[in-house]
T-cell receptor
């Protein structure tokens, strides 16, 4: 198992464009989380899935953000009509059954909106 | 809104000293507490968890919890330059305490 994989590692986009990020969790992990982290801040929760069900979304997640986890495997996070304030590191994490707080994070996708 | 507060630092200590990192939290209902370490340019990794009042030791790391004071700390003994990183305190939050709420983190710098 190679851990949590995120793609791409870096994304530069123009304001107003749509972007999509992918996360492949550890295969036996049933929960998958998306967080956002900006410089000097801790990770901020965005949303999480248990298997294919999206169970919680943060108030930070405006209607420009959408996430999916079809078939309970990989997940995608899409941001529509990007704004400069969306520039951040987007982190994905997964956890196994019975250990909901032992996050294994991926390397993250760094988004820069110009 | 559940909050987790940490001094952003940097906390500078010489090699071999004890580094003490502190965290306070607002939710008296919190039952478990976690410390993550984040090296510059890397993702956080879990290093300690604590559930009961008192101390929990793991190698050079000791987590201390005082629920009455809503205070959790991480002590690093015999600090090494490789311990230089940002240390994030995390507490279960969200609806049903299903996710982790992280503090801003404290940057630790260990000088040789």
């Amino acid at each position: 198992d190679t851990g949590v994989s995120q793609d791409p590692r870096h994304k530069i986009t123009k304001r107003g464009q749509n972007v999509t990020f992918r996360c492949d969790p550890i295969s036996e992990h049933n929960r998958l989380y998306w967080y956002r982290q900006t410089l000097g801040q801790g990770p901020e929760f965005l949303t999480y899935f248990q298997n294919e069900a999206q169970l919680e979304k943060s108030r930070l997640l405006s209607d420009r953000f959408s996430a999916e986890r079809p078939k309970g495997s990989f997940s995608t996070l899409e941001i529509q009509r990007t704004e400069q304030g969306d520039s951040a590191m987007y982190l994905c994490a997964s956890t196994p059954r019975g250990a909901p707080y032992g996050y294994t994070f991926g390397s993250g996708t760094r988004l820069t909106v110009v | 809104q559940k909050e987790v507060e940490q001094n952003s630092g940097p906390l500078s200590v010489p090699e071999g000293a004890i580094a003490s990192l502190n965290c306070t939290y607002s939710d008296r209902g919190s039952q478990s507490f976690f410390w993550y370490r984040q090296y510059s340019g890397k993702s956080p990794e879990l290093i300690m968890s604590i559930y009961s009042n008192g101390d929990k030791e793991d190698g050079r790391f000791t987590a201390q919890l005082n629920k009455a004071s809503q205070y959790v700390s991480l002590l690093i003994r015999d600090s090494q330059p490789s311990d230089s990183a940002t240390y994030l305190c995390a507490v279960p939050g969200g609806s049903g305490y299903s996710t982790l709420t992280f503090g801003k983190g404290t940057m630790l710098l260990v000088s040789p």
